[in-house]
Nanobody, 123 residues
Framework: VQLQASGGGLVQAGGSLRLSCAAS????????MGWFRQAPGKEREFVAA????????VYADSVKGRFTISREYGKSTMYLQMNSLKPEDTAVYFC?????????????????WGQGTQVTVSS
């Protein structure tokens, strides 16, 4: 599965962005999917995950209430709506496809990764 993340950019604090992730090659419609992010000098961290059918959604505490993950049932496209952005949200955002139908916080549960899209939030 090849993944392409898009939608990143530069936004002021309090603004919004919507990230998209499209899978090509082998379908990911039966797999969970997730978003991770990595800031300079930091480890890649979990942001949000969604199950194969659009349910079983999990968020990191740091984004809960501000970010919304979604996917279209039966498709390999995933989104991350990011509202009330903060400077600490600045990072490269990666999408990933899980090995199983459900996805979670564990990076090792994901088999395929996209190249990432830069999100920069200015104060």
């Amino acid at each position: 599965v090849q993944l392409q993340a898009s939608g990143g950019g530069l936004v002021q604090a309090g603004g919004s962005l919507r990230l998209s992730c499209a899978a090509s090659g082998r379908t990911a419609s039966n797999n969970g999917m997730g978003w991770f992010r990595q800031a300079p000098g930091k480890e890649r961290e979990f942001v949000a995950a969604v199950g194969w059918n659009g349910g079983n959604i999990v968020y990191a505490d740091s984004v809960k209430g501000r970010f919304t993950i979604s996917r279209e049932y039966g498709k390999s496209t995933m989104y991350l709506q990011m509202n009330s952005l903060k400077p600490e949200d600045t990072a490269v955002y990666f999408c990933a496809v899980a090995r199983k139908a459900l996805a979670g916080r564990d990076r090792n549960a994901y088999a395929s990764w996209g190249q990432g899209t830069q999100v920069t939030v200015s104060s």
